[in-house]
């Protein structure tokens, strides 16, 4: 049985930093990109980043680069992000996702993977 466990979020001021952890199991980790997506409420999933299966290939959604910082761990099967300067617009559920990297043609796309965690709420104050 496949788990994403998703944790480290919280409410925290303007200008602060988190970092979110993803814990996998039940796969084998390192065929997996793993990917971070958001949602705020009244909005749609936003794609945030997508780290390889190695950890040498990252890309971040538009303008989070700079501020969010993405990574993975294959002997713990957890992925980071690492986010600082928090804004009040980053407040969402932010989730992440398991797919098979070879087979992933869109990483944006929600639907291109397999396994996602429940969630974790980040809420950040003005």
């Known amino acids: 049985q496949v788990q994403l466990v998703e944790s480290g979020g919280g409410l925290v001021q303007a200008g602060d930093s988190l970092r979110l952890s993803c814990a996998a199991s039940?796969?084998?980790?390192?065929?997996?990109?793993l990917t971070w997506f958001r949602q705020a409420p009244g909005k749609e999933r936003e794609f945030v980043v997508s780290?390889?299966?190695?950890?040498?290939?990252?890309f971040y959604g538009d303008s989070l680069r700079g501020r969010f910082t993405v990574s993975r761990d294959n002997v713990k099967n957890t992925v980071y992000l690492q986010m600082n300067s928090l804004k009040p617009e980053d407040t969402a559920v932010y989730s992440c996702?398991?797919?098979?990297?070879?087979?992933?043609?869109?990483?944006?796309?929600?639907?291109?993977?397999?396994?996602w965690g429940q969630g974790t709420q980040v809420t950040v104050s003005s």
């Open positions: 039940g796969l084998t980790f390192s065929r997996y990109a």
């Open positions: 996702a398991a797919g098979v990297e070879r087979e992933i043609a869109d990483p944006t796309d929600y639907l291109e993977y397999d396994y």
């Open positions: 780290i390889s299966w190695s950890g040498g290939g990252t």
